[in-house]
DNA sequence: ACATCGTATGTTGTATGATGAATTATGAAT
DNA sequence: ATTCATAATTCATCATACAACATACGATGT
């Protein structure tokens, strides 16, 4: 983040961005111990040589991402605990390519635990909405659709079956990255039938352990079935 | 987040807040398409009756959240993707106590991948930042210390032999979740010797399973140490 | 001497008006 | 119909003033 894809395209920054980012910089650095407080907004304005409006909104930047606390008639100081810090991909320097393995990697492990989990906790609406979604993909499949949105709402329907909502957001957050990986757009018509097959029977073993409640047979299968699905992948995009 | 922390103490919001707050809301309700442009500054200050100064810094809010881009001369635009949204724990309506428990299983999951992962993936660099964290744990022990501080870097440590930079990032991202729940502050002086050795001999576990490069075992080993840490955790606090 | 209260001062929050910069719409000239 | 200059729109920045809140200080009364 930080505003760095606006310069890598040529464009100005905007100054608040500028701004923001040098504060976050001498923050992270330690030049202002967790708790102290920041320069007084007019301080930072000759010190800057920009208007207020400039240095508020870019303390309003570090305010969301959980850096300073605001305090009106007291000042502005560095949180204590970074507990609330956002967590971000993508921050830094890495490749579309690294990128998007790491974050697979990432969703890999955790939806191999979901399954796990879901496998012990699941209740009979969970089945339900587990089932909805794979009747509605096939749906989509035998409308010759691609149905990645309702592959996608299976996945989410184990994320919720594990009672926490946490694996659901997370799911979410890293849906995003993972969702244009997928190959599907680029593949052979004559071929993709078959995949979607295989797609199917796929989660079709997640589901059916699910619903025996064996964690290990869940989980293997959830593994598998991620592991298939990078392959595809990857082997689509040439790597 | 969403500032309702401050309602929470009778503390009457910023206005900004509260104007972003209700922004977040009608765009994640649906009411403005991904793409689609936001009314202008001038729309949104006649519809809100206040200030631009207020809108400004709201939209600013939903920026740096990623659910908007602002363009100079163009207007105000739901993101198209979701993928620059940074994820956040604490978002919904959850006490402390669920709170910490799915996070600590958010972790749970992600730990016992990383020593999987680690076990396969280790150098012989990676083999000594464990063993050095190690030692300075049982040297902090030593020393009367609690020594809280190694043992996370014990943990970093694994996660960074993973060669997944996302695993240290998110490892550090739940990390002050996790410590401020860590009962030993609150643990009798004469039994916190034994704990720290069975901390100890749990760590050794982890580290000879991945220093043997057995995935299962270490990762098995992993689990065992991190139920064993929410155990003591969750008794201590009386639950 | 001590506690209480009001005041002064400093800081962030909000309002307002004006100007700059970038984009888009408009329209005239060829 | 195309091209180009101009106007209109919109966000970005600046400057100023006032409001709301917090703290320090001193006056006042006991």
Same mark, same amino acid.
């Given at each position: 983040?930080?505003?760095?894809?606006?310069?890598?395209?040529?464009?100005?920054?905007?100054?608040?961005?500028?701004?923001?980012?040098?504060?976050?910089?001498?923050?992270?650095?330690?030049?202002?111990?967790?708790?102290?407080?920041?320069?007084?907004?007019?301080?930072?304005?000759?010190?800057?040589?920009?208007?207020?409006?400039?240095?508020?909104?870019?303390?309003?930047?570090?305010?969301?991402?959980?850096?300073?606390?605001?305090?009106?008639?007291?000042?502005?100081?560095?949180?204590?605990?970074?507990?609330?810090?956002?967590?971000?991909?993508?921050?830094?320097?890495?490749?579309?390519?690294?990128?998007?393995?790491?974050?697979?990697?990432?969703?890999?492990?955790?939806?191999?635990?979901? +399954?796990?989990?879901? +496998?012990?906790?699941?209740?009979?609406?969970?089945?339900?909405?587990?089932?909805?979604?794979?009747?509605?993909?096939?749906?989509?499949?035998?409308?010759?659709?691609?149905?990645?949105?309702?592959?996608?709402?299976?996945?989410?329907?184990?994320?919720?079956?594990?009672?926490?909502?946490?694996?659901?957001?997370?799911?979410?957050?890293?849906?995003?990255?993972?969702?244009?990986?997928?190959?599907?757009?680029?593949?052979?018509?004559?071929?993709?039938?078959?995949?979607?097959?295989?797609?199917?029977?796929?989660?079709?073993?997640?589901?059916?352990?699910?619903?025996?409640?064996? +964690?290990?047979?869940?989980?293997?299968?959830?593994?598998?079935?991620?592991?298939?699905?990078?392959?595809?992948?990857?082997?689509?995009?040439?790597?």
């Amino acid at each position: 983040m930080s505003g760095t894809e606006n310069q890598a395209l040529g464009m100005r920054p905007k100054l608040s961005e500028r701004v923001a980012d040098q504060l976050r910089d001498v923050i992270q650095r330690g030049d202002f111990a967790p708790g102290a407080q920041l320069p007084t907004e007019n301080a930072l304005v000759e010190k800057f040589g920009v208007s207020r409006t400039v240095i508020r909104e870019a303390i309003s930047c570090l305010r969301v991402d959980g850096l300073v606390k605001a305090h009106q008639g007291r000042g502005v100081f560095v949180c204590e605990d970074i507990s609330q810090q956002p967590f971000r991909l993508y921050s830094k320097g890495l490749n579309e390519k690294a990128h998007i393995e790491q974050a697979m990697e990432l969703r890999l492990c955790m939806e191999v635990s979901n +399954a796990e989990l879901a +496998a012990q906790r699941r209740t009979e609406a969970d089945i339900q909405n587990m089932q909805d979604a794979l009747n509605k993909q096939h749906a989509a499949h035998l409308k010759g659709e691609l149905g990645q949105t309702e592959d996608f709402s299976f996945h989410l329907s184990i994320a919720t079956a594990t009672k926490n909502s946490y694996m659901v957001d997370f799911l979410r957050f890293l849906g995003p990255v993972i969702i244009p990986a997928n190959a599907m757009h680029q593949m052979e018509p004559d071929i993709l039938p078959g995949y979607q097959d295989s797609l199917r029977s796929e989660h079709l073993a997640i589901s059916d352990a699910i619903k025996l409640g064996d +964690a290990n047979m869940a989980g293997a299968a959830m593994r598998k079935h991620l592991r298939q699905g990078l392959r595809v992948n990857s082997g689509a995009t040439g790597n």
